[in-house]
């Protein structure tokens, strides 16, 4: 019984998940009481029960599973972390809970589903249960059904999304089981009840009982309301009546509008997009083409077929559909067939939606134009098309194409056009129908109006009435102006019948009238930087009014002499084609026609200075010229003087040659629009005036046609408007009563049309210059102009040519009254006002066909057309035609060179076009963005300037359309994610703000987050650097509040980001009632307002009785509050006494809730602070947090005794701080903070328990702050706390934060008790229970076996420090531990004590007074604070260096202040100087005196075992210098160990390329030392400075006269180099750069001869010890840059040779041989091959092959090199190899290319024919010919003789065969032995590496064989070619017995002909020589060894014997 109730005793936890059921329940009963307890959401507790809430829910005893979801559901519904539960919950609810027998199981199972959709995780609730849906279990399945139908009608379609149900439908009601069917039906109504007929396509496949029996259920849809609400909503419901009252900030949010009414929801939103492109038949288009109508409607009637199955389509390219569509609908004959087509196309934009935009312009100038059908079927289908379409574009985009629709001279096209209008404009928002396009629109349904057609009339009324109801009769009636009073009825009429179907958002904005301030109020966001651009221009040209006589005789061209005919005749002939001139009088009207367009084509290729337009037009006017009978034929003539008045200059003298035939031909109905054209061209070219002048004295008083008369005023109209008036209205009025005179109804029309237009400008008083006219026609006069009254002149679209824009009353005289004033006021930007060119005639159906040609030259020639076609022709016009589809296709050309140039065409197109391109932004910016992916550098960077130029034509705000921006990144590329965003992040600071809807960025939030935490580092970066432009455009709470869906992993990343980007968002202004009064007044200090009361004399207060205000100006000045900030009373006794007797809330909490924050508000204000500094405090935006910080550390130094009154207040408010999630805040308090604690040092205060008790608890969670600033920051505040509080209750506090759960916390306290110990002693600690400081000691002892490593490391500090002051019994007092804790402890106190000893600690404690307070002289303290800091070799897992503290320190004047770590000691810097001389004490002859007998000491780096005595060959030895000089500096080395501090090491690494070479040599030394004790870490942030310097000094030796000094010089920097190579880890980080310049050096010292080193036996073996220090630098450096180095110096050695230097280019060929051996070895992935071949290609491009063939006497052996370099990286990578070529921007530039194709193919070649040999033998046969060409290359600067090459490759061939295997290898052995120069490895690169090694086996079996047999000893001399210069340890015993064996070679004076370093022999790791076969004196060693590093498997220790059996012998015959 007993064992059964143990589980009583256990914690709550434990009895949750015990195996005994009853204690399971007992732990659930327990929880909940538990759970309801816990008033804080994010308490520590809830942490606990996180993992075993799922184990709840499935508890296998119904009883205790019962009780299980209970807690489950307070514990949802109480704690704040619950959400991080809902996947594994839900999934165990759903498997075991949701049909469980007992109802009271299923019922609290559905409510904590709905729990957790109550607290927002209703996305996972509704996955989890549509999983549910799947299972097999019928129960569980209408379960789940019935928890989403009731989760439905609860919570409403906003939060339970219905589209993922909806596919649910047709599966689940056909289910077998009964209960799931009705259960789906109860969701299908409940679905419908809250979105209505949408819910219709998704049963409309159901069975036709089943829709029955549904749609009778079917009650009604709209309006149902949620009745259970998410936790963000249920505030704003409580909330409702004030949340009206508010300005509507966040109705954009659709959480907030959840509370609201269920929305409407667009059936196609719930439809899944199919994708049709795929399955249209491929003769579609071959049919479409076909000359039978059966055909053609046999295709469509397929795609009718394809489109009713989908719906919604898959966005895609169906640029081709459209195409063949629209042709059907434009061209097609058979009605029945455009009718089809123009359904097919309404059903392709219905499906697409946005997405068909990019086609929506095109099509609709299609269809309008198809209007002119009769047939009804026809309109019908045209009508839906067109509608269909109109949601895909705006009236912006279509304006031209309607304007010029109203003007088609059919009247079905105009009614059809006004009707389509009147549609759109119901579907179109208020705002999106600006005054712009309300006057374009208006101006030509005016005109319908008037038209004679009743139809057109009607249709112009209805548009217009439907307008007036979308913008308001007020915005509408000044562009109408004054109708007929049944003109206005009908339009009346029409406005009333109008249904705007769309949400009007105008009210909306109605409710936020305080907008316009705050955008107007942000200089920073860029909505007014268009001001100060726009000012400037219009300043400039409002002077010219004033000028009116130099406006005026500006206005006219140039005259020029006029031509005859002949003459002009005679001139042509040179420039014509001969065929041209008869060709224009032939009476044959074809004849004239070919030769019209043989002229144009000719003229086209003519420049300005070849002709003149004056000898063009007379040309062209040859009879019959201009007045030709042919249609045809003139209008070509009409063209070619287009084209030539637009391309040449055009003076006076040309225009009359034409002028008056182009006006004559006005009236034809064939050439009406072309003479039109050439009107237009002329004025653009020589201003209207002139044009207009001689035109209409021509058509007024020369002819008597009245047509042309009536076109010309109507042109005139339109000109007046597009250019401005700048005429003489007096000739104009002259001209006009002539007209008004006329017979000719039209051409009074056209005049009195004319005069209306024209009072805009002159004013109203114009119709007094008609007062003789009859009373009717001035009537007619009075009414236009009225229309005009209240109108203002449009801006000029245009420019004139040579004329400056002058008001219209200069050319009036004072006969007109100054009726318009601001005509200029407003000046169109210049690219409106140029005359633009149509380029869509210019592109053909031939141009797109060879756009789109198969072949790439083809495709490339039409690309030039259209580029030459844009340049001639620029400014264009925005109508491109077929042009965007075609070019789009080339942007993605497979051709990367044609898709660049497609992308400067697009470029170029958006200059021509300026800011008309915006309406092709959906057509080019996708495929724009997908040029933004590409792989190729050059197309990325070519794709964002283009963007970037429509972005500066059009505006960047126009990109965010469609979601074009979302639809990139979210199906881009890695690469195209980093170019978009840093695009992105380059554009959107400079888009102004609510330029485009939000919603385009929102949506690419999610990516963005994503984005954030990519693989890729710059996709990282990138979307790191994008955070704040979006954040300006969508504020930080948006951004916040989409972290929701961001997975709880990346939260802290995202979170991160945000706060990261919050601080740099631009001020938000005050609100507009307080904005007035704060930003004069801000918070003003005390010391401020005693100076304002000086000024004011103290008398504001009288002045406020004396002259009383309004009651809103008294109110504002009593809200201002000009009292100190914080006020000197006695208040804080009262709250300490308040806060002990418990009357007011304890300033206890894990997190901060409200009640706190009110407590501390109610508090200040009863303290009587200054209420806006108490509203700063408390505001929302952390900015004013700010500002009241900075307001209080300007009040501190002028009112500290106030600060101290209100200490405990002040803190609180910075402790609430501390919780804020904005580091700036959280810095500037800290700031202050310390501002705050050094006046109380100063003032010598004390702070009491109760301030400290509201303070430091908080103050130590601090201290495990992510961010290094903070916690430094912290910590120096609690240095500064010691000094004002108790030492012992700051221990304690300490010792409190040890408990948390945050490791970072417990490290730094750990940090900062450490620091109190050392400091202060063991009294910290205070008396504990056993007497002494033992429990703090067991509790620090125990966190030694802490997880965390840092907190282990701090830990062992604190113990070890105790152990210092304490002595032994610290043992006693930490009591027991593990024996692994025990020992580390040990070890760490063993190493610590090496440093300071104990006495020394001890002397250097501060004691405590009674009260626990230091009682120290402030400059002992000081002393103490900076020796703080560990010493370096003290600690090895923690933090040496102590982080430095906030800035604010050093802003402290006392000298007695706490300087931290970087405060100097001049004492200190004295000793150390002082001590400098008595290092350098050298002994030179104890050191030297063995010095050539001695072998060399091993290095310091590596353990060899060798002797010990100091050797006569180590660079690291001591040079000998002459007795009489000052002993060397580096002698210091010997004597005692240099030592240089990190932070010291670049100085020293600048002193080493110092001209003065002691101080260079001292400076090699510390460096060295620094190596030798192991603190080659420190020094990788520094290598390639080091061997920078280096290569400077041994430039600077090289150049110089050689000595002993250089000498020694010399000596060091070789030993320096050589220490750190050997030195593990270092070498990785030098550069190219570096390494190219240390190679160069060492070889041109190597290659000098006897000038560099000097002469003598030291200079001999400098060159040795050089060879050396350049094997390691080839084995340890960089491989990348190691290989780009050798390649970049034999490029330069080829040409600029030296020569001083003759063996430099030989020396560094066999660096290159060398390095190609090493190759092999080396990690595949460690060479960056791009970087290499890049070089290898500069190599090739600069030397090709014909460079060498062209140069016989140069060898080629460089070229072979780089060669075999490329073979060799080519067998690393394979046919991979290609990949590698993308910084090659060329890659025919060079033969790099075509040898890596050539070696590719030849290795497939070799591994088809490599048979493998059945005995083990290699196969070598297909190695042959490239050993002898590869080994030929390579052989030194003396090639092979013929017969060696031949014996070589035979005897390599018999060896591949098993029967002459054994003798070939001797004989390869012998072969080698005659011919050492020989690099047998060389020519076996290209066999295997079997072979390799059978032959490297072979050859040493021999050598051994001949060994036994007694070889001579000075024969065969062995040369240990092997030396490795790796980390092991018998290594260096080959080169100690070789320079052992030399020393006694010369004092037995045995002369040999090969010694060991003069003929080497070629080992098995064939390490050849580099220099001279011959040894010379002062030379450089014969032999340079550059040897490949083997492991030690590879070595031949048979070798180490020989050479001792030969050092016996040597020392035998000496002594003889």
């Not at 629109?441 to 057109?456: C, M, Q």
Request: neutral net charge.
């Amino acid at each position: 019984m007993e064992d059964e109730n143990e589980y009583k005793k256990l914690p709550t936890d434990e009895k949750c998940v015990h195996k005994l059921w009853k204690a399971r329940v007992a732990g659930y009963e327990e929880a909940i009481k538990l759970f309801n307890q816990i008033d804080d959401e994010k308490s520590p507790e809830w942490n606990k029960y996180l993992g075993l809430i799922k184990k709840f829910v499935t508890d296998s005893n119904a009883v205790a599973q019962e009780k299980g979801l209970e807690a489950a559901l307070v514990f949802v519904e109480n704690c704040g972390h619950a959400g991080k539960t809902t996947g594994e919950v839900m999934s165990g609810i759903v498997a075991k809970c949701i049909a469980a027998p007992k109802t009271k199981t299923k019922d609290l199972a559905l409510q904590v589903t709905l729990m957790y959709v109550e607290i927002e995780k209703h996305e996972v609730v509704e996955e989890e249960l549509i999983k549910g849906m799947e299972q097999k279990n019928p129960k569980v399945v209408a379960a789940c059904i019935a928890a989403l139908n009731t989760a439905l009608k609860q919570f409403g379609n906003k939060v339970v999304a219905i589209k993922p149900m909806v596919k649910k439908i047709p599966i689940l009601l056909a289910d077998r089981d009964k209960n799931v069917r009705d259960e789906m039906k109860a969701l299908v109504i409940e679905m419908h009840r809250w979105i209505g007929p949408a819910i219709e396509p998704h049963i409309a496949s159901l069975q036709a009982v089943v829709q029955q029996e549904l749609r009778e259920s079917f009650s009604g849809s709209g309006g149902a309301q949620p009745t259970r609400y998410l936790r963000s909503q249920q505030h704003l419901v409580r909330d409702k009546p004030t949340a009206d009252a508010t300005d509507g900030a966040d109705d954009d949010d659709d959480g907030e509008n959840g509370a609201g009414e269920s929305a409407e929801v667009d059936p196609y939103d719930l439809m899944d997009p199919v994708e049709i492109l795929s399955k249209i038949p491929k003769d579609f288009y071959e049919k479409l083409e076909a000359k039978k109508w059966s055909e053609r409607k046999e295709a469509l009637d397929a795609l009718e077929a394809l489109l009713k199955a989908a719906p919604r389509l898959e966005p895609g390219d169906y640029a081709d559909l459209v195409r063949a569509l629209k042709k059907i609908i434009s061209k097609d004959t058979n009605v029945m067939l455009v009718a089809l087509g123009g359904k097919l196309l309404g059903m392709v934009a219905s499906g697409l939606r946005n997405k068909f935009s990019p086609y929506a312009t095109a099509c609709v100038q299609a269809i309008l134009e198809k209007f002119k059908e009769k047939k009804s079927n026809v309109v019908t289908a045209l009508r839906e098309a067109i509608d269909a379409i109109y949601p895909c574009t705006n009236l912006e985009a279509i304006s031209e194409d309607m304007l010029a629709a109203f003007d088609n001279k059919n009247p079905s096209i105009k009614a059809e056009s006004a009707l389509f209008l009147a549609r759109a404009l119901c579907h179109t928002q208020p705002a999106a129908f600006n005054k712009k396009l309300i006057k374009a629109y208006v101006a030509g349904l005016l005109k319908l109006l008037e038209s004679a057609d009743p139809v057109v009339r009607d249709a112009a009324a209805e548009a217009l009435g439907t307008a007036t109801k979308l913008v308001g009769e007020k915005n509408i009636a000044p562009h109408i102006g004054k109708l007929d009073n049944l003109k206005e009825q009908k339009i009346k009429e029409f406005a009333d019948k109008a249904e705007i179907k769309v949400k009007v958002a105008a009210m909306k904005k109605e409710a936020k009238p305080k907008a316009a301030p705050k955008s107007e109020a942000k200089p920073a966001a860029g909505s007014t930087q268009p001001k100060p651009v726009k000012r400037p221009a219009s300043g400039a040209k409002k002077p010219a009014p004033g000028k009116k006589a130099p406006s005026r005789a500006q206005s006219s061209p140039p005259r020029e002499p006029p031509m005859s005919q002949e003459e002009a005749e005679a001139r042509a002939e040179a420039l014509l084609p001969p065929d041209v001139l008869p060709g224009l009088s032939d009476s044959d009207w074809k004849s004239r026609l070919a030769a019209v367009q043989s002229f144009h084509s000719a003229i086209q290729g003519l420049s300005t200075a070849d002709a003149s337009a004056q000898l063009l037009y007379r040309v062209l006017n040859k009879k019959p010229g201009l007045k030709d009978t042919n249609v045809q034929v003139l209008k070509a003539r009409l063209e070619a003087c287009k084209y030539i008045t637009e391309n040449f200059p055009v003076s006076s003298t040309a225009t009359e040659v034409v002028i008056q035939d182009i006006v004559c031909k006005l009236a034809e109905s064939g050439c009406g629009t072309v003479a039109c054209d050439c009107l237009w061209a002329l004025a653009d070219a020589c201003g209207l005036e002139p044009v207009a002048t001689d035109a209409l004295a021509y058509a007024m008083d020369s002819q008597k046609n009245p047509k042309v008369q009536a076109e010309l005023f109507n042109w005139l109209s339109s000109a007046i408007t597009e250019y401005g008036f700048t005429m003489n209205v007096k000739c104009i009025v002259s001209h006009a009563k002539k007209a008004l005179s006329a017979t000719n109804p039209n051409v009074r029309t056209s005049t009195v049309n004319f005069l209306g237009k024209l009072s805009m400008y002159v004013g109203p008083s114009l119709v007094n210059y008609f007062d003789g006219e009859k009373a009717a026609t001035k009537q007619l006069i009075s009414l236009e102009i009225d229309k005009y009254a209240n109108s203002t002149p449009p801006t000029p679209t245009r420019q004139q040519g040579g004329v400056s824009k002058s008001a219209s009353k200069g050319s009036l005289g004072d006969d007109i009254e100054e009726g318009v004033e601001d005509v200029e006021e407003e000046p169109a930007p210049v690219e409106d006002v140029r005359p633009r060119t149509d380029i869509a005639p210019l592109i053909t159906e031939a141009l797109v066909a060879e756009m789109s040609d198969k072949n790439w030259k083809v495709r490339n020639e039409a690309l030039d057309k259209v580029k030459a076609i844009i340049s001639n022709s620029s400014p264009i016009k925005a109508t491109l035609g077929e042009l965007p589809a075609a070019l789009v296709a080339r942007l993605l050309d497979s051709n990367s060179k044609l898709a660049q140039t497609a992308l400067t065409i697009c470029e170029q197109l958006a200059v021509a076009m300026g800011a008309r391109c915006k309406q092709h932004f959906r057509t080019f910016f996708p495929p724009f963005f997908q040029a933004f992916g590409d792989s190729k550098a050059w197309i990325r960077t070519a794709a964002a300037g283009c963007a970037g130029a429509w972005c500066r034509e059009a505006g960047g705000a126009a990109v965010f359309d469609g979601e074009m921006v979302h639809d990139a990144l979210k199906t881009g590329s890695p690469v195209l994610r980093a170019t978009l965003l840093l695009w992105l992040a380059e554009r959107l600071p400079d888009i102004p703000p609510k330029s485009f809807p939000r919603e385009e960025l929102s949506v690419c939030l999610p990516i963005l987050f994503a984005c954030l935490e990519d693989r890729a580092a710059d996709v990282r970066k990138a979307s790191a650097d994008c955070v704040l432009p979006f954040m300006l455009h969508l504020g930080y709470e948006a951004m916040h509040k989409q972290m929701d869906k961001v997975k709880p992993a990346s939260k802290t990343v995202v979170q991160a980001a945000l706060d990261k980007a919050r601080p740099f968002l631009p001020v938000q202004p005050l609100p507009a009632a307080k904005s007035k009064k704060d930003e004069p007044r801000g918070v003003k200090s005390a010391g401020a307002l005693k100076k304002e009361a000086e000024k004011k004399g103290g008398l504001p207060p009288k002045n406020k009785i004396v002259k009383p205000a309004s009651a809103s100006s008294r109110g504002k000045k009593e809200e201002e509050d000009f009292t100190p900030l914080l006020p000197s009373n006695n208040a804080k006794n009262q709250r300490i006494i308040d806060d002990q007797k418990l009357k007011v809330l304890k300033w206890n909490f894990t997190t901060p809730r409200e009640e706190f924050f009110d407590l501390l508000k109610e508090q200040m204000n009863s303290a009587g602070l200054n209420k806006q500094l108490v509203a700063n405090m408390f505001h929302s935006d952390f900015r004013y947090h700010l500002k009241a910080i900075e307001a209080l550390s300007e009040d501190l130094h002028e009112n500290g005794s106030a600060l101290m009154a209100n200490l405990d207040l002040v803190l609180k408010w910075l402790t609430l701080r501390f919780f804020d999630t904005n580091p700036s805040v959280i810095l500037k308090g800290l700031e202050y903070l310390a501002l705050v604690f050094q006046y109380l040092i100063d003032v010598d205060y004390t702070m009491a328990e109760y301030e400290a008790n509201c303070f430091i608890p908080y103050l130590v969670l601090k201290v495990g702050d992510p961010k290094d600033t903070v916690r430094n920051g912290v910590k120096a505040l609690f240095k500064q706390i010691c000094v004002v509080y108790s030492v012992t209750k700051l221990f304690g506090y300490l010792m409190e934060g040890l408990k948390s759960k945050n490791a970072r916390q417990r490290a730094e306290c750990l940090e900062c008790i450490n620091h109190l110990l050392e400091t202060y002693g063991s009294s910290v600690t205070g008396s504990g229970p056993g007497g002494g400081p033992g429990p703090a000691l067991r509790e620090l002892a125990r966190l030694i076996g802490d997880r965390d490593n840092a907190v282990r490391s701090a830990a062992l500090n604190c113990v070890a420090t105790a152990y210092f002051l304490d002595g032994e019994r610290v043992y006693k007092m930490i009591g027991q531990i593990s024996d692994k804790d025990l020992s580390l402890l040990e070890e760490r106190i063993k190493r610590a004590g090496k440093s300071r000893s104990a006495e020394e600690r001890r002397s250097m404690v501060v004691p405590l007074s009674a009260s626990g307070r230091p009682i120290q002289q402030m400059p002992e303290e000081n002393e103490q604070v900076m020796s703080d800091n560990p010493p370096v070799d003290e600690y090895e897992e923690e933090e040496v260096e102590e982080r430095p503290p906030p800035p604010v320190q050093p802003s402290i004047p006392e000298p007695k202040v706490i300087k931290g770590p970087f405060g100097l000691d001049p004492d200190l810097i004295a000793k150390l100087d002082a001590a400098i001389p008595v290092i350098r004490k050298p002994d030179l002859s104890e050191v030297d005196l063995k010095f050539l007998d001695e072998p060399v000491p091993v290095s310091t780096v590596r353990n060899v075992t060798a002797p010990t005595r100091p050797s006569s060959m180590v660079t690291m030895s001591p040079p000998r210098l002459p007795a009489p000089h000052a002993p060397h500096p580096l002698v210091s080395v010997h004597t005692q160990k240099p030592s240089v501090d990190d932070s010291q090491l670049a100085d020293t690494i600048h002193s080493i390329a110092s001209p003065d070479l002691n101080a260079a040599v001292r400076a090699l030394s510390l460096v060295s030392g620094a190596l030798v004790s192991g603190r080659g870490a420190a020094l990788r942030a520094h290598e390639a400075r080091l061997v920078e310097a280096v290569t400077t000094q041994l430039r600077r030796l090289r150049t110089s006269p050689p000595d002993q000094q250089v000498l020694a010089a010399y000596k060091f920097l070789v030993g320096a180099l050589t220490t750190f190579y050997d030195t593990a880890g270092c070498g990785g980080c030098v550069g190219e750069s570096a390494l190219r310049a240390l190679l160069r050096e060492l070889l041109l010292v190597l290659g000098a001869g006897g000038g560099a080193a000097g002469t003598g036996p030291d200079a001999e073996r400098l060159v040795r010890i050089l060879n050396n220090v350049c094997v390691r630098v080839l084995e340890h450096s960089p491989r990348t840059a190691l290989l780009c180095a050798i390649v970049s110096l034999l490029h330069d050695s080829i040409v600029e040779s030296d020569p001083a230097y003759p063996r430099y280019q030989d020396l560094l060929l066999k660096c290159f041989w060398k390095t190609l051996k090493m190759i092999s070895t080396w990690d595949v992935n460690s060479i960056d091959y791009d970087e290499v071949l890049y070089k290898i290609h500069l190599f090739y491009k600069a030397y090709p092959n014909s460079y060498w063939k062209k140069n016989p006497d140069i060898s080629d052996t460089p070229y072979r090199t780089v060669k075999t370099l490329v073979h060799t990286l080519v067998k690393i990578k394979g046919s991979s190899i290609t990949n590698h070529l993308s910084q090659i921007s060329d890659l025919n530039e060079s033969d790099l290319y075509p040898y890596l194709q050539k070696v590719l193919k030849q290795l497939k070649l070799d591994e088809r024919k490599d048979p493998a040999d059945v005995n083990g033998t290699p196969a070598v046969t297909h190695t042959m010919s490239n050993i002898s060409n590869i080994g030929s290359s390579n052989i030194a600067a003396n090639r092979l003789p013929r017969a060696v090459h031949e014996e070589l490759a035979l005897i390599l061939k018999r060896i591949g065969s098993k029967e002459h295997n054994r003798d070939a290898l001797a004989q390869l052995y012998d072969l080698r032995e005659r011919h050492p120069e020989v690099d047998i490895w060389t020519f076996m690169q290209g066999s295997s590496f079997y072979f390799r090694n059978y032959v490297e086996r072979g050859l040493r079996d021999v050598a051994e064989q001949r060994r036994l047999g007694a070889v001579s000893l000075y024969k065969s001399d062995y040369k240990p070619d092997n030396i490795d210069i790796s980390n092991e340890n018998d290594e260096k015993s080959h080169v100690i017995f070789l320079e052992r064996l030399r020393a006694l070679q010369a004092k037995a004076g045995l002369k040999s002909d090969s010694s060991p370093s003069s003929q080497p022999r070629t080992p098995v790791a064939d390490n050849r020589a580099l220099t001279d076969v011959e040894p010379r004196p002062l030379s450089i060693d014969p032999q340079l060894e550059l040897h490949t590093t083997q492991s030690v498997s590879q070595r031949n220790e048979a070798d180490v014997d020989v050479l001792r059996l030969k050092l016996q012998q040597i020392k035998s015959s000496s002594k003889r």
